[in-house]
């Protein structure tokens, strides 16, 4: 079983910046990290994505604000967002790729953190 604690959000400005960070814990291999966020009376969306190579994606609404890194021997993920804007406001929830087999695995979910951008 693999464990997921988020840490680092809160209360931000507009035109702030904030570091979330994840980390896995458990006895198995972890593949892809990143976060999704969810906003009230909107769908879970993709953040950013990281893969144990480095290969990184990031939604629209991010790119060119959001940077996301990994530790692959900690099994951490972190994502820095620059700039916030109001519409960042969210739950962001940490997910990794839970390697069962070479050919099988999961997506683990953490239990969620709090981003609001407000001045």
């Known amino acids: 079983q693999v464990r997921l604690v988020e840490s680092g959000g809160g209360l931000v400005q507009p035109g702030g910046s904030l570091r979330l960070s994840c980390a896995a814990s458990?006895?198995?291999?972890?593949?892809?990290m990143g976060w999704y966020r969810q906003a009230p009376g909107k769908q879970r969306e993709a953040v950013a994505h990281i893969t144990t190579g480095g290969s990184t994606n990031y939604a629209n609404s991010v790119k060119g604000r959001c940077t996301i890194s990994r530790d692959n021997a900690k099994n951490t993920v972190t994502l820095q967002i620059d700039s916030l804007k109001l519409e960042d406001t969210a739950i962001y929830y940490c997910d990794a790729y839970v390697i069962l087999t070479p050919t099988s695995g999961y997506t683990d979910w953490g239990q969620g953190t709090q981003v609001t951008v407000s001045s």
């Open positions: 458990g006895s198995f291999s972890i593949g892809t």
